[in-house]
């Protein structure tokens, strides 16, 4: 009788166990985005978790200036602390297209990090302007401006990168600025090897001292426009952009424990779409 009896616990703990190691490996559920566009992948190994139009070409919004950031700090002898005066054109040139603006004030000297900052926490076009004009070449302020856009493409290049052109050093081209879900992620992967470019994607405000035209000081706060960093546990970046043809794009990424996942979605239909978007791929992601 002990016998059958330790013969039928025997089979009911093999049949058990069989059970809830099938419920313990069995494989999450894909996610459905409403996002055109999506892509996801494991930062450490480059294996892709997530894909949807991965390849497709879409208008990137301002998740171009992860480009811009890139650029500025793979240039050789980079001093960050370097001061850029700021130009009456960067100013206009914010009014005359709209555009988001981190509030330089002309003839303020800013340095090349205060500028990232300002660049990719309130997403400020005259930055990105301040930026191009700075670490391009040429005698003309276009010609400078027209240099680091090459800059730019010269780094997609490097990257293996087939599906993405830059026309514009902050996201507002004529037409020509694209790239895929694939191709940011990849770029923002890159990026995301630089201490300082990880530092300042992750800050969710800064306040920054820099000096006058008449030689006193003032403060510029700057909020980052990438919720994410305040809504999601343990996201470190990167990157929001929005615009009319773009509607409401995201580069993100989050670490827990050894694992960073690192995305993008492309053209969702609104900024409460997008992090829903998000919040699914990640959590997708870490549990692959």
Known sequence: MRSAVTVSLTASAVLAGGLFAGQAYAAPTVPSITAPGGFVMNNGTGT?????AADTRRST????????????????????????????AYSDYIVSKNASSARLIVGDKVTVRQLLYGLM???????????????GTGTTRA????????????????????????????????GQNYSTPR???????????????????????????????????????????????????????VKTGSGPQAKYCLVFAATRGS???????????SEANRATDVKK????GFAR
């Open 61 to 88: 919004g301002s998740t171009t200036k992860i480009m811009t950031a890139k650029v500025v700090l793979a240039q050789r002898g980079l001093n960050l602390d370097a001061k850029v005066t700021i130009q009456k």
């Open 259 to 269: 694992k960073t996942v690192i995305g993008t979605v492309l053209a969702s239909p």
């Open 48 to 52: 892709t978790l997530f894909g949807k």
């Open 121 to 135: 926490l309130p997403s400020g076009c005259d930055a990105a302007y301040a930026l191009a004009d700075k670490f």
């Open 183 to 237: 191709d940011l992620t990849k770029i923002a992967s890159s990026a995301m090897k630089d201490a300082t470019f990880r530092t300042v994607v992750k800050t969710k405000s800064t306040k920054q001292k820099v000096t006058t035209k008449t030689g006193g000081y003032r403060y510029m706060s700057w909020t980052n426009t990438n919720k994410l960093l305040s809504t999601y546990s343990g996201a470190i970046g």
């Open 281 to 284: 791929l990640l959590d997708y």
């Open 143 to 174: 010609a400078r401006v027209k240099s680091f856009i090459g800059k730019m493409n010269d780094e997609a290049r490097k990257l293996g990168l087939r599906n993405t052109h830059f026309d514009s050093f902050d996201g507002i081209g004529s």
